[in-house]
Protein backbone atom coordinates (compact mmCIF):
# COMPACT_ATOMS: atom_id res chain seq x y z
CA UNK A 1 0.00 0.00 0.00
CA UNK A 2 1.27 3.36 -1.11
CA UNK A 3 2.25 5.64 1.78
CA UNK A 4 -0.25 8.26 -0.44
CA UNK A 5 -3.00 6.25 0.65
CA UNK A 6 -2.60 6.12 4.54
CA UNK A 7 -3.89 8.77 7.18
CA UNK A 8 -2.58 7.30 9.94
CA UNK A 9 -0.90 4.54 12.16
CA UNK A 10 -1.61 3.86 15.46
CA UNK A 11 0.11 1.45 18.22
CA UNK A 12 -2.43 0.10 20.09
CA UNK A 13 -0.12 -2.03 23.35
CA UNK A 14 -1.85 -3.73 26.39
CA UNK A 15 -5.45 -4.04 27.35
CA UNK A 16 -6.30 -0.92 25.36
CA UNK A 17 -5.56 -2.95 21.93
CA UNK A 18 -8.21 -5.47 23.29
CA UNK A 19 -11.06 -3.07 21.69
CA UNK A 20 -10.02 -4.09 18.05
CA UNK A 21 -10.76 -7.74 18.62
CA UNK A 22 -8.98 -10.76 20.17
CA UNK A 23 -5.78 -10.35 17.93
CA UNK A 24 -5.40 -7.40 20.46
CA UNK A 25 -4.34 -9.54 23.06
CA UNK A 26 -0.61 -8.46 22.33
CA UNK A 27 -0.91 -5.22 20.51
CA UNK A 28 -2.21 -4.13 17.55
CA UNK A 29 -0.72 -1.53 14.26
CA UNK A 30 -4.26 0.13 12.85
CA UNK A 31 -3.68 1.51 9.53
CA UNK A 32 -6.00 3.86 8.40
CA UNK A 33 -7.06 4.47 4.98
CA UNK A 34 -7.68 7.54 3.52
CA UNK A 35 -11.33 7.84 2.48
CA UNK A 36 -12.11 9.70 -0.42
CA UNK A 37 -14.78 12.78 -0.29
CA UNK A 38 -14.17 13.12 -4.07
CA UNK A 39 -12.90 11.13 -7.29
CA UNK A 40 -9.43 10.28 -6.88
CA UNK A 41 -6.64 8.67 -9.03
CA UNK A 42 -3.14 8.38 -8.79
CA UNK A 43 -0.24 6.60 -10.28
CA UNK A 44 3.39 6.22 -8.94
CA UNK A 45 6.43 4.36 -10.76
CA UNK A 46 9.75 4.00 -9.92
CA UNK A 47 12.87 2.35 -11.19
CA UNK A 48 16.35 2.02 -9.78
CA UNK A 49 19.73 0.28 -9.74
CA UNK A 50 19.73 -3.44 -9.65
CA UNK A 51 16.30 -3.43 -11.19
CA UNK A 52 14.50 -2.07 -8.23
CA UNK A 53 11.05 -1.06 -8.91
CA UNK A 54 7.82 0.28 -7.47
CA UNK A 55 4.78 0.87 -9.55
CA UNK A 56 0.98 1.78 -7.93
CA UNK A 57 -2.53 2.78 -9.04
CA UNK A 58 -5.40 3.82 -6.92
CA UNK A 59 -8.78 4.82 -7.46
CA UNK A 60 -11.19 6.20 -4.99
CA UNK A 61 -14.41 8.08 -4.98
CA UNK A 62 -17.57 8.66 -3.23
CA UNK A 63 -20.94 8.56 -4.81
CA UNK A 64 -23.83 9.37 -2.03
CA UNK A 65 -23.18 8.11 0.81
CA UNK A 66 -20.79 5.50 -0.45
CA UNK A 67 -17.35 5.67 -0.24
CA UNK A 68 -14.95 3.35 -2.01
CA UNK A 69 -11.33 3.12 -2.77
CA UNK A 70 -9.01 0.44 -4.45
CA UNK A 71 -5.09 0.43 -4.79
CA UNK A 72 -2.98 -2.10 -6.69
CA UNK A 73 0.85 -1.83 -6.01
CA UNK A 74 3.76 -4.44 -7.47
CA UNK A 75 7.63 -4.09 -6.16
CA UNK A 76 10.43 -5.72 -6.60
CA UNK A 77 14.70 -6.10 -7.57
CA UNK A 78 16.66 -8.38 -9.32
CA UNK A 79 18.92 -8.92 -6.55
CA UNK A 80 22.60 -8.32 -6.67
CA UNK A 81 24.61 -10.40 -9.49
CA UNK A 82 26.16 -13.15 -8.89
CA UNK A 83 24.38 -13.51 -4.89
CA UNK A 84 20.67 -13.94 -5.61
CA UNK A 85 17.96 -11.72 -4.08
CA UNK A 86 15.41 -11.28 -6.59
CA UNK A 87 12.27 -9.76 -4.69
CA UNK A 88 8.59 -9.68 -6.07
CA UNK A 89 5.66 -8.75 -4.21
CA UNK A 90 2.11 -7.92 -5.32
CA UNK A 91 -0.11 -6.13 -3.04
CA UNK A 92 -4.25 -5.22 -4.00
CA UNK A 93 -6.60 -3.98 -1.70
CA UNK A 94 -10.24 -2.55 -1.56
CA UNK A 95 -12.54 -0.99 0.90
CA UNK A 96 -15.90 0.20 1.31
CA UNK A 97 -17.74 2.64 4.05
CA UNK A 98 -21.33 3.04 3.37
CA UNK A 99 -23.40 5.03 5.42
CA UNK A 100 -27.07 3.11 5.23
CA UNK A 101 -28.88 5.73 7.62
CA UNK A 102 -27.91 8.44 9.92
CA UNK A 103 -27.79 5.74 12.66
CA UNK A 104 -25.98 2.92 10.48
CA UNK A 105 -22.95 2.60 9.05
CA UNK A 106 -21.03 -0.44 7.31
CA UNK A 107 -17.17 -1.12 6.38
CA UNK A 108 -15.45 -3.59 4.56
CA UNK A 109 -12.55 -4.14 2.94
CA UNK A 110 -9.71 -6.92 1.67
CA UNK A 111 -6.03 -6.93 1.36
CA UNK A 112 -4.51 -9.73 -1.01
CA UNK A 113 -0.60 -9.91 -0.81
CA UNK A 114 1.63 -12.32 -3.12
CA UNK A 115 5.09 -12.29 -3.26
CA UNK A 116 8.40 -14.01 -2.96
CA UNK A 117 11.93 -13.41 -2.50
CA UNK A 118 15.33 -14.94 -2.51
CA UNK A 119 18.14 -15.01 0.11
CA UNK A 120 21.30 -13.42 -0.44
CA UNK A 121 24.27 -15.40 -0.65
CA UNK A 122 27.03 -15.26 1.79
CA UNK A 123 30.49 -13.99 0.70
CA UNK A 124 33.88 -14.20 2.01
CA UNK A 125 34.97 -14.18 5.19
CA UNK A 126 32.12 -16.27 5.81
CA UNK A 127 32.07 -19.96 6.74
CA UNK A 128 33.04 -21.93 4.57
CA UNK A 129 30.04 -24.31 5.37
CA UNK A 130 27.50 -21.96 4.15
CA UNK A 131 29.74 -20.26 1.75
CA UNK A 132 27.70 -22.42 -1.40
CA UNK A 133 24.57 -23.01 0.27
CA UNK A 134 21.03 -21.73 -1.49
CA UNK A 135 18.71 -21.08 0.85
CA UNK A 136 15.70 -21.04 -0.51
CA UNK A 137 11.61 -20.52 1.33
CA UNK A 138 7.71 -20.60 0.03
CA UNK A 139 6.28 -17.71 -1.58
CA UNK A 140 3.61 -15.65 0.50
CA UNK A 141 0.16 -15.55 -0.08
CA UNK A 142 -1.87 -13.44 2.35
CA UNK A 143 -5.64 -12.79 2.31
CA UNK A 144 -7.27 -10.28 5.03
CA UNK A 145 -10.67 -9.28 5.14
CA UNK A 146 -12.84 -7.34 7.27
CA UNK A 147 -16.19 -6.47 7.82
CA UNK A 148 -17.47 -4.01 10.89
CA UNK A 149 -21.30 -2.30 11.36
CA UNK A 150 -22.11 0.47 13.97
CA UNK A 151 -25.33 1.17 14.66
CA UNK A 152 -25.87 4.54 16.85
CA UNK A 153 -28.21 4.61 19.36
CA UNK A 154 -31.12 6.95 20.16
CA UNK A 155 -29.51 7.29 23.58
CA UNK A 156 -26.28 7.87 22.86
CA UNK A 157 -25.32 4.07 22.58
CA UNK A 158 -22.82 2.58 20.13
CA UNK A 159 -23.35 -1.18 18.93
CA UNK A 160 -20.44 -2.52 17.15
CA UNK A 161 -20.29 -5.95 14.98
CA UNK A 162 -16.92 -6.81 13.41
CA UNK A 163 -15.59 -9.72 12.02
CA UNK A 164 -11.97 -10.46 10.08
CA UNK A 165 -10.14 -12.77 8.59
CA UNK A 166 -6.65 -13.79 7.57
Known amino acids: MSALDIE ?4 VRSSGALVKGLSGLTGVIDVRTKKPEKETFSLTGKYGELHNYLTGIHYGNKIRKISFSTAASFLGSGGIPGRK ?5 ANFH ?3 DWAISPKLKLAAGSTYIDGSREFVNIMEPGAPAILNREEKFDPIHTLITYVKMDYSGND ?3 SEFQTNMA
Open 8 to 11: SVEI
Open 85 to 89: GKERI
Open 94 to 96: GEL
Open 156 to 158: GSL
